[in-house]
């Protein structure tokens, strides 16, 4: 696509989609409490809005083609101008219509699911700000705004995983998430200095044109800016090892863990690299096999522990990571689109799945599935909406998930990544056994739990049908050979894309990792359903060294305690507590001391010794001279004559005297 | 005659008028010296008159109005000190202190 | 100085003047209050003679009229009153004495010494047979008639007051009478 069009109006007044949020956000603050839904309506009504506003940005893009950015000097530090501006192009405005969908949806059904709660007001507080966070990140035009939308959107999701910190696993995962998340982040604000300073600019168009005009300033940090950033990406989209945040995450409310921890945030990572996408496909492209590398180890790994786990939203946890870690390997394999496209399907439907688990367990009071089972009877529209999703997920055609993940297989297998193209296919396998053990545990059997389980009420059920349909349709969007309009919309861009090889029609990806899918419901069918009723056999498959490892998350967590926190809880906190202690409060308590002695001295030797001394002794002096004074009242007549006599003789002696 | 002989001796009655006002202990002898001293200052009037001659005889006219003032002024005084007599069973000066510090 | 001597105005002058001076020193020096009262009479009857020889007759009757007659009646009447029926003997001088005497001598000496340097030279006569009382009397008319008028509002607030101050208190009395 080379025409485009500037957007016109709409792009010109495309900052309102990302004010909007913050908007609602202060509005629920103010009002939120006094309002029937706690301010609910406030969000739901900021998100429509963003939601329209994006479809139409969308439709533009479609029909014209939108090429749009604008910024705005803030500051000027030296050299280098902060801006801060938004950017309207087929990157952009496909991730604001999948934020704004998403976010529309997740808030109408977040209205039912935290109906009672106990901090509903602040929810929808911070999920705005969340909302808002993450628009500006993908609105940024420089990568300084999208660090700061980076870190708002890592804030929001601290506050929302933390949102029933009264338990205090609660509180550790948003803090576990956070460090984790600032540890990553450490590459990404280094990676962000390199680059900007090669090019003497934070905007992407510069940096990107430099990458494309191989600018010789910009060639030995190239490659060292490309992992720094990737470092980022890897924190914020979960992948190994930095992925041991996300299943931990789950302790948020379902609706979060929908919205953010499955369609948006975590695909911010993925965003950036698509983003920079010039940057690796060009000058640093020596680096991209790194990045299939961790996108296939998460993709397999992460596939591995979903099998074991039995709480039902970290089933759905880890199955958000290995979908990252394909998205991530699409990108590094040079499948620009392939990985946008898999972004595109995998918000619908693992956004959906999210939102069935959050009805499941409200309706159950239980994230595990051995309190479940037997719910298709009594949940239909939630297991309608599950199946959905899961063949999405599983990616059987017709479903979105066909599509996208059959172009990430294609793109990996076609441009030389061909063991990675063969992990991804058992990933397939991998993901559609646990996916049918999910769905068979859950829905399945009979139910053996007490609490009364009915449908959940339409606010929540609306919106997982819509996806349920969208979760079907969203992958025809770019079927290879008949409707491209995807790759065209996201390539939309103010750059020239190098060229990529055809992510085409490649029918012996296709149905091989069609066979493992299918392979892999069967298997799972054969073992878990039949002892739905039962749910005993999930011994049968426990095989002896891979499950205890699987189950303990390969002691990775363990890793990281002993070697990264513990240390740092201990000595090192412990040798910063004494240096605060005794250097630094030594030092401010010692200038409190002196000065508390100077003021003494001043105080008692000049104040009271001196300065009241004189002027008490002139008090004294004029009271006892007073004093003095007031005997010459004696009362008597003669006395006063007396005076009088002396005092006129005097008088005239010296009026004689001297005149 | 001189004029300086009457004003000597109007100054003699005067000192000795201060002299009883200063040293007497009843409240009657300091009346008594007060009336000395007023009449020494009529003397001293009489004795300008006639030294001065004046048209309209102002010496004398002031001093009939001196002698009718101590008139009043001695009838006030003995009014109080017979007041103070009644209250104090005393006309001693020395015990009217009660105007003191 | 010798001239002094030789006029016979001057004699008389000097015998009066001894006995005005030795009279007024007993005024201030009796012990008894009555002695002092009767010299201040001897004091002001020498004044008197001297206003004749200044020629100032009416003034000099009116003296011995209203000074003597009334004003020292008076002072003998509130003696009367205000002397204790009984008790100590009481000493008449206060025990300052001396400074009095300083103060008294002072005071004698700066005036005489104002006196002579002054008016020295000042000669005193009597002229013809004196100063005709109708003039005084046209004088207090006319000229002072102000001060007249106003000091005969004094000797009214004099009398009132007078009568005022020494009265006995009798409105007891006639409360007591109307209540019963």
Known sequence: MVHASNGGVLAQWAWLIVVAPFVAMLAIIAFGKRMPRKGGEIAVTAMGFVFVYSAVLLILNIANGVIFEHSVQVAQIGSFTIEWGWVVDGLSTMMYFVVGTLSFLVFTYATGYMKGDVRETWFFAAFSLFAGAMLVLVSAPNLVQLIVGWEGVGLASYLLIGHYWEEKENSSAGMKAFYTNKIADIGLIIGAIVLGTAVGSFRYSDILDAAANNLSSLAPVAVAGGVLLFIGAMGKSAQFPFHVWLPDAMAGPTPVSSLMHAATMVTAGVYLVARMYPLYAGMASDMRVLIVIIGAITLLIAGLLAIVQDDLKRVLAYSTVSQLGYMIAALGAGGYTAGLFHLWTHAFFKGLLFLTAGSIIHAVHSNNMSDMGGLRKKMPVTFWSFTSASLALVAIIPFAGFFSKDEILATLGNNGYAWAMWIGILGAFITAFYMGRAMFLTFFGTYKGEAHVHESPKVMTVPMAILAVASLIAGWVNIPGVYEGFHHWVTERAITFPSFSAEGFDVAVMLTGLGFAIFGVIVSYLIYFRDADTQQARDRVRIPVLWPLLENKYYLDDLYLAVLVNPIKGPIARAVNWTNSYLIDGIVNGAGIVARYAARIVYGGLDQKGIDLAINTAAIVTGSAGEQARRLQTGKVQHYAAMTVAGLALLVIAIVIFI | ?101 | MGGWFTEASNWWFLIIAAFIVVASFRVVTSGNVVHSALFLVASLAGTAGLFLMLGAQFVAWVLVLVYIGAVVVLFLFGIMITRAPTGPKVEADNPRKGFAATAATVTFAVMTYSSISAFGHTEVSKVGSGTATELIGNQLMGRFVLPFEVVSFVLLAALVGGIVLARQDTSDDIEEGGGQ
């Open chain 2, 1 to 101: 005659m001189s004029l300086v002989q009457f004003l000597v001796l109007g100054a003699l009655m005067f000192s000795f008028g201060v002299y009883g006002l200063l040293v007497r202990r009843n409240a009657v002898m300091v009346l008594l010296a007060i009336e000395l001293m007023l009449n020494a200052v009529n003397l001293n009037l009489i004795a300008f008159e006639a030294a001065l001659r004046t048209a309209f005889a102002g010496g004398q006219v002031f001093a009939i109005f001196v002698i009718t003032v101590a008139a009043a002024e001695v009838g006030i005084g003995l009014a109080i000190v017979l007041l103070i007599f009644r209250n104090r069973r005393s006309a001693n000066v020395d015990e009217m202190d009660l105007m003191r510090w």
